[in-house]
Nanobody
């Protein structure tokens, strides 16, 4: 079992930044990959970013590449999504997820993740 709790969402103007955190508990944090997904109003859930157990390999959606940075601190059982140059189209509920089946690779497919947080709202105004 893994419990995930996101924090750091909020309202920001276009061009601004936000830092989302996801705190994990339960299974040994350094034994699995982590990812972030988002779901905008009226849209399907989409992949944002993911990283392997050590953070040595990271994967980003084309829409956020160069603006978002994903990292993890295994000593603190935390992953952080730093979001810069935010755009109105980034408005969504953001979810962190744990993939207990993968350690050395991170999936971009939501269905392959085993545990999910409750989500945190990010709203970017124009």
């Amino acid at each position: 079992q893994v419990q995930l709790v996101e924090s750091g969402g909020g309202l920001v103007q276009a061009g601004g930044s936000l830092r989302l955190s996801c705190a994990a508990s339960g299974r040994t944090f350094s034994s699995y990959a982590m990812g972030w997904f988002r779901q905008g109003p009226g849209k399907e859930r989409e992949f944002v970013a993911a990283l392997t157990w050590s953070g040595g390999s990271t994967y980003y959606a084309d829409s956020v590449k160069g603006r978002f940075t994903l990292s993890r601190d295994n000593a603190k059982n935390t992953v952080v999504l730093q979001m810069n140059s935010l755009k109105p189209e980034d408005t969504a509920v953001y979810y962190c997820a744990a993939d207990l089946q993968r350690k050395y690779h991170a999936s971009m497919i939501g269905e392959e993740y085993d545990y999910w947080g409750q989500g945190t709202q990010v709203t970017v105004s124009s």
